[in-house]
Nanobody, 114 residues
Framework: QVQLLESGGGLVQPGGSLRLSCTAS????????MGWYRQAPGKQRELVAH???????NYADSVKGRFTISRDNAKNTLYLQMNSLKPEDTAVYYC????????WGQGTQVTVSS
C-alpha cells in the first residue's frame, strides 16, 4: 500500500506560479513512476506530467515549457512547479504512484482567476 498526500494548491492570478507537493508513505520502494493528473469540472481526468524512477519525464502538450515535474527521493516527495498559469489550468490536481497498480492522492484544487 502507498499513501499520497498532496499540498500547495490555491487561488492564483493568470501568469502566476504555484508549486504542488506530494509526499508518499508506505511501500514506497515499490513505486516505479509517479505523475500528476488533473480533472476540470465536466471533463475527464488527464495526465499533466509523469516521471519514472530513472528520472525520465514527459508532459502534456498543453503544459510543456510552463510546468516542471521533479522528485526528491530522500524526502519521498514529488513536485509540480507550475509557471505562467492560465485559467484553463484550473482543475483538481491529483498525485499518482505506479507500482504496477495505481494509487491516488485526495487531490488539491488549483484555481487560476483574476
Amino acid at each position: 500500500q502507498v499513501q499520497l498526500l498532496e499540498s500547495g494548491g490555491g487561488l492564483v492570478q493568470p501568469g502566476g506560479s504555484l508549486r504542488l507537493s506530494c509526499t508518499a508513505s508506505g511501500s514506497i520502494f515499490s513505486i516505479y513512476a509517479m505523475g500528476w493528473y488533473r480533472q476540470a469540472p465536466g471533463k475527464q481526468r488527464e495526465l499533466v506530467a509523469h516521471i519514472t524512477s530513472g528520472g525520465t519525464t514527459n508532459y502534456a502538450d498543453s503544459v510543456k515549457g510552463r510546468f516542471t515535474i521533479s522528485r526528491d527521493n530522500a524526502k519521498n516527495t514529488l513536485y509540480l512547479q507550475m509557471n505562467s498559469l492560465k485559467p484553463e489550468d484550473t482543475a483538481v490536481y491529483y498525485c499518482n504512484a505506479d507500482t504496477g497498480g495505481y494509487y491516488w492522492g485526495q487531490g488539491t484544487q488549483v484555481t487560476v482567476s483574476s
